[in-house]
């Protein structure tokens, strides 16, 4: 059992450049978890001296590794434009920890990026409910585009419940190459998740505006595709609501459609409205909406109708099938391990609704 009082000793023997302190001391380290084998937290500092920070990041986890028992580290480095954060060389940090975690707790207005290199599309799958197997959804889908043929990346985007780890069957921190994230691989997937960088049982007790910059160090320092082989589809899992993490990939990337998936009963399809509402403000086109569970337990016909009254194209339903719930459980998506069953056809239909959504 590592001891926390020893990830933070060692911590604090990494020296911040600008106060020449100890990073904890200094007050740049945010949301330290730390169980059994390993630590991980995020490294804040202000957006003008990050690339400065990318060194004092590499050694923070070097460190961490010297630790006795330790065997897994991940160091995210944030970068904030926010007075405070921003001093002359050897200027002191006068607020430390507490200003910290003031500033953290402020909404910050996102900084407009471009999308992750070497990708050509980038699809949002969302739901206004959680529950309704959004995740199985995303998971089957991008096993499906990529079964039509096309180089598909998916980012667990569900800061505070990261599924994919265990729908794709995939474990362990991923390495960094060249100052980028180099994703896992499974069932010809790409794929990364904040999943892989904790225990599974681990809480991460971030506020939103952390939880969005570690969705955003995600999205654009993985290595998704290259110049000789880009990525065809990038399918970001967003967390259930319109909230920090929806707002913050919005604005960071541009998207080129997002498909809602609910199921048939009302209650679900009330927060389908509302995320379909999301992206018309912000002028995102809702390629579909997909009835997930459909059938004799909650019903059959609602999604499809509430397309209809929405006039976006509805792109298909998939039963209450014991098959999906055992694949993600297990991390053998049944699209990927099972190409010529039902589930699979089924999946192939909403997929080619994509694909020519998508304009690919």
Known sequence: MVERSAVIAALDTVIDPVSGQGLVAAGLVQGLVVADDRAGFA???DRSQAAAYAPVRDAAEAALKTIPGMARVSVILTAEARP??????????????????????????????????????????????GGVGKSTVAVNLAAALAARGLSVGILDADVYGPSLPTMLGISGQPAYED???????????????????????????????????????????????????????????????TGDVQLTLIQKTPLDGAVIVSTP???????????????????????G????????????????????????????????????????????????????????????????????????
């Open 84 to 129: 405070g954060l921003s001093k002359p060389a050897g200027a002191p940090r006068t607020a430390g920890l507490s200003k910290a975690a003031v500033d953290q707790g402020r909404a910050k207005a996102p900084v407009a990026t471009d999308r992750p290199a070497h990708v050509r599309r980038v699809l949002a799958v969302a739901s206004g409910k």
């Open 265 to 287: 009963q009302e209650v679900a399809l009330a927060d389908a409205r509302r995320a379909h509402t999301l992206f018309q403000r912000v002028n995102v086109p809702t390629l």
């Open 43 to 45: 490294l804040e500092v």
């Open 179 to 241: 100052g980028a994230i180099v994703p896992h691989v499974a069932h010809g997937l790409k794929a990364m998740s904040v999943g892989l960088l904790t225990k599974m049982d681990d809480a991460m007790i971030w506020r939103g505006p952390m939880a969005s910059q570690a969705i955003t160090q995600m999205l654009t320092q993985t290595r998704w595709g290259t110049a000789e082989a880009p990525l065809d589809v990038l399918v970001i899992d967003l967390p259930p609501g």
């Open 289 to 360: 909406l997909i009835e997930n569970m459909s059938g004799p337990v909650f019903g059959q016909g609602g999604a499809k109708a509430e397309a209809e009254r929405l006039s976006i194209p509805f792109l298909g339903d998939l039963p209450l099938d014991a098959a999906l719930r055992a694949g993600g459980d297990a991390g053998l998506p049944p699209v990927a391990v099972d190409p010529d069953g039902d589930l699979a056809a089924r999946f192939a239909t909403v997929a080619e609704r994509v694909i020519s959504g998508l304009n690919l």
